[in-house]
């Protein structure tokens, strides 16, 4: 029988029993599905990781001269405590830095801040206030939206002005323009001067929800004490000179801390690598759990089909027999049930197909994942659904191939 | 007595000659115990006899069935069907035999309940390999020689007994066999049915066509010229009835 009669008969047969196959295809439906969801969500947040936030959000080529490092997993407490213990970053640090860089760089300094901003009646909370250097925006690249950035002039005066982010424009004046109006920030009364473009959100996180003003500008007192900085931001033009910049900052600051060649840093210096290290440590858990539940759900999917098929072939002894004596070899009736058990196998992949594409579309719409479909994530998926179909076939199969003709057809 | 010449080991049939059993035996292993359906059954059948094979059970009729329609293979003796020496195949060379030479009629119809009649009668011919145009046309050939080219695309539940019986007559001579072989064709029909498949063999003996029904009627035996009686797994009687 060629193989298209046996794809074209095992097509027949799960249409007519569409509850049976619907059963069998189940398992097989379920690991494909969630095999490409779950891809999904591991390729969407790589995909952001690498593309957005280590690009865009930190800035290409930029490390940051901080007390500890910002992205630390599983750190335990006594390491926490050294860090804490730290001198802090200061403000003649990052001049001292500034005047020996040999490179050609571009440097900010930023502090953070939650804190309450108003607009006369109205408020909004919990909102990060940054103090910044008027590069801070060239090394994040924030566009704006409306209005401008502040210049180094306006920095070096403390000039009360600011820039707000879009949430926070939106809290405050809806649909009004916010240029030129004052807000109250830790009470003093800032000029906005600017309303930086919409960013979005990171993993649930608002990025929105912000306002930035000149670091020297009254609201300093409000972030950190005098001449502290949380980071000196420096972007160079390239990785290397942004490796050259790092060796030279790292010399300064052991230097200005009067460190011993064997003692460790106590800063650190954190670029959008460590970022990335510190996302693919949770990728690799969940690369090592995704085929897991897949596997699991592949093995079930595949034993509920063998169970199905062996049914199957029990009750259609007779039938066996029938084609046996009209003249189907053993590999006939071999490839008639493998290709019936690869059918629905390949079937409850497809509908795990669209359904896995349905979950990408769902999470990335309704969920803070960012999700993004990988074109391999549904090959695989469909190539181990049929795998898994043909070798659960392959016993019962067999077993039909093998069976006597004439038991075969004396069977009621 | 019985047709023919007499048959040694190592001598070859003659053409006209579609079905030679020398000596046939098949012995069963019931646990230990032999069982000797059929003792050495030596018979010859020539092209477009109609034989009836007759015998209680027990007596082997079933058996020697199975070896001529070669779904089983003998413990001992020779075989030949249609000039071929067939009691030594393997399985997959059976099952060409089978394909090709034997078109069988089983008491129970047979047929494959959600397929149409077309496609029933269509399935020796997937097994031949042939494509699909020309299976469709064969099929329905074969169906219309059966008097039943109006019921193409019922299935067998929407037909009666014995229009699913035709059914089964039109699929077992759709790939042109040399023997069309019947077990018990009308056990499962009213006897007013039974005559009218009984005609059906009638006239196919008249386009040329062998026959060989297993049966326990007398009455239907009677529609071959040629009933052979088995008892015990030996042939008892072999014997032309007069056209």
């Given amino acids: 029988m060629p193989l298209f009669e046996a794809v074209r008969l095992a097509l027949q047969t799960i249409r007519a029993q569409k509850l049976k196959s619907g059963f069998s295809l189940l398992g097989v439906f379920i690991g494909v599905a969630s095999l490409i969801g779950a891809w999904s969500i591991v390729n969407g947040v790589n995909r952001y990781m690498t593309e957005k936030f280590a690009q865009t959000l930190f800035g290409v080529n930029t490390f940051q001269l901080r007390r500890r490092p910002m992205f630390t997993p599983n750190v335990p407490d006594s390491v926490w405590r050294a860090w804490a213990r730290r001198p802090r970053i200061r403000f003649s640090d990052a001049e001292a830095l500034n005047a020996a860089f040999t490179v050609p760089v571009v440097t900010a300094w930023q502090s953070s801040e939650n804190t309450t901003i108003s607009y006369r009646d109205k408020q909004a909370r919990d909102i990060e206030l940054t103090t910044a250097s008027e590069r801070y925006f060239d090394i994040k690249n924030l566009r704006l939206a409306a209005g401008r950035a502040f210049t180094a002039q306006e920095n070096r005066a403390g000039a009360a002005v600011a820039v707000l982010g879009d949430a926070v424009a939106q809290r405050l004046f809806v649909d009004r323009s916010p240029l030129d109006r004052s807000v109250r920030i830790g009470g003093t009364g800032y000029r906005v001067i600017g309303v930086v473009e919409k960013q979005g959100s990171i993993l649930g996180f608002p990025l929105d929800r912000f306002v930035i003003v000149p670091a020297l500008s009254p609201a300093q007192n409000l972030v950190n004490p005098p001449g502290i900085l949380d980071a000196f931001l420096v972007k160079a033009r390239t990785e290397p000179e942004m490796h050259l910049a790092m060796d030279q900052a790292e010399g300064i600051m052991r230097s200005r801390r009067h460190l011993r060649p064997r003692q460790d840093d106590n800063f650190a210096l954190d670029t959008s690598e460590g970022v990335q290290r510190f996302w693919a440590g949770i990728s690799r858990i969940l690369v090592v759990v995704l085929p897991g539940v897949v596997v699991v759900s592949l093995v079930i999917g595949g034993i509920v089909i063998m169970n199905i098929m062996l049914m199957s072939v029990a009750e259609r002894t007779r039938e066996i027999g029938l084609r046996k004596s009209l003249g189907a070899r053993r590999r006939d009736v071999l490839r008639q049930f493998l290709a019936e058990s690869a059918a629905i196998a390949t079937v409850g992949a497809a509908f795990g197909v669209v359904a896995g594409i349905g979950l990408t579309v769902l999470i990335a719409a309704a969920s803070p994942l960012p999700a993004s479909l990988s074109p391999m994530s549904i090959l695989l998926g469909v190539v181990m659904g049929g795998g898994v179909g043909v070798i659960a076939g392959a016993y019962p199969a067999s077993r039909a191939a093998r069976l006597d003709p004439i038991a075969a057809l004396r069977q009621e | ?243």
């Fill in chain 2, 1 to 243: 007595m019985s047709a023919g010449q007499p048959f040694r080991t190592g001598d070859t049939p003659l053409p006209e000659i579609i079905i030679l059993t020398h000596k046939l035996t098949r012995e069963y292993d019931m646990g230990g115990e032999v069982v000797r359906a059929l003792r050495g059954v030596s018979v010859q059948i020539k092209k477009n006899e109609y034989v009836a094979v007759m015998g209680p059970s027990g007596s082997g009729k079933s058996t020697l069935m199975n070896l001529i329609g070669c779904l089983d293979t003998p413990t001992a003796g020779e075989y030949w069907l249609n000039g071929q020496k067939v009691s030594r195949l393997d399985d997959d060379a059976l099952a060409r035999i089978r394909n090709k030479e034997i078109g069988f009629v089983f008491q129970t119809f047979n047929l494959l309940p959600r397929a149409t009649a077309l496609h029933n009668v269509e399935l020796p011919l997937i097994y031949a390999g042939v494509a699909s145009r020309v299976r469709r046309a064969q099929a329905a050939q074969a169906l219309e020689r059966v008097g039943l080219g109006d019921r193409m695309e019922h299935r067998p539940n929407e037909l009666s007994g014995g229009q699913r019986q035709r059914v089964a007559i039109a699929r077992a001579l759709v790939n042109e066999p040399s023997i069309l072989l019947a077990d018990e064709p009308t056990g499962n029909l009213d006897s007013a049915t039974s005559g009218e498949i009984m005609q059906v063999f009638r006239d196919l003996h008249e386009q040329g066509q062998t026959i060989v029904m297993v049966t326990h009627e007398h009455d239907i035996a009677a529609h071959a010229a040629r009933v052979v009686t088995l008892r015990d797994g030996e042939i008892a009687t072999d014997q032309l009835r007069a056209a």
